[in-house]
């Protein structure tokens, strides 16, 4: 009878054991290494444009208040994208961690026009046109991931940069009042966003991701003249972010 107990914990213990080491044991596909791809889909832009009374002279407080109302406008574009991406990461176990670049277009153009009559003087009229411009973003963000069979999931987030012009062009009838601003800059932002990759064979990965980023605010001043050498001036902003999803495929340099 003791030897059938002994020989039962051992069992019991080696089952453990084999069980604790399954549970334990490495991914079949190893995605370290380096790798580049590319990526196809589409990035809504979505910016906030706002004209304001900078210096009150040639608009009064009243105009100011109507002026601030119709100069804030949302711009927003669905548009086809496309990019390229490229990093390493080293496998530990299940655990992904990883440095990625990359760069995909915006195509961002769009343009909006209000025209009103003065409150303070309906016979005369005024024009804000407000232009919002970018045509690409390139990012570096650190992956961290989780690996499974074939499988591989993974969060991210970094550093991201974008070229933003902004354009606006004020005009009336009142006393030829006239204002114009283009202005572009190079925006440093912020990403953040999750994927996930399929291992193919000879080191080919499907590759599916949804990135958020946000690269604040462009602004900028305006001199407006006019017939009555009144002067004064307009203050201009726009903020940029953009929501990417996009797919393609990506290839590791050792394989799987």
Not at 135 to 145: F, H, I, Y
């Amino acid at each position: 009878m003791l030897g059938y107990k002994a020989s039962l914990v051992a069992c019991l213990i080696g089952g453990m054991s084999s069980g604790a080491a399954l549970a334990q044991s490495a991914p079949t596909v190893d995605w370290s290494g380096f790798y580049v791809g590319g990526l196809v889909g589409a990035t809504n832009s979505q910016t906030q444009a706002k004209t304001t009374v900078g210096y009150q002279k040639y608009l009064n407080a009243t105009d100011a208040a109507q002026m601030a109302r119709a100069g804030d406008s949302g711009l927003a574009q669905w548009q086809p994208s496309a990019g390229l991406v490229g990093g390493y990461g080293k496998q530990f176990g299940h655990i992904l961690l990883g440095l990625e670049a990359s760069a995909n277009s915006i195509y961002l153009n769009d343009e909006r026009t209000v025209s009103e009559n003065y409150v303070t003087a309906p016979a005369s009229r005024f024009i804000l046109r407000q232009s919002v411009r970018a045509d690409w973003m390139a990012s570096l963000r650190p992956r961290l991931g989780w690996a499974e069979d074939n499988w591989l999931g993974y969060v991210t987030g970094g550093l991201s940069v974008t070229q933003l012009k902004l354009d606006t062009l004020f005009v009336d009838n009142a006393w030829s009042g006239y204002s114009k601003s283009s202005d572009t800059e190079i925006r440093t932002g912020w990403s953040l966003g999750l994927g996930g990759e399929y291992a193919l064979s000879g080191g080919w990965a499907l590759r599916g991701e949804y990135l958020y980023t946000n690269f604040g605010a462009l602004k900028s001043m305006s001199e407006t003249t006019s017939t009555n050498d009144s002067g004064g001036s307009l203050a201009h902003k726009a903020d940029l972010d953009t929501h990417a999803v996009m797919v393609g495929l990506t290839y590791r340099f050792k394989g799987f």
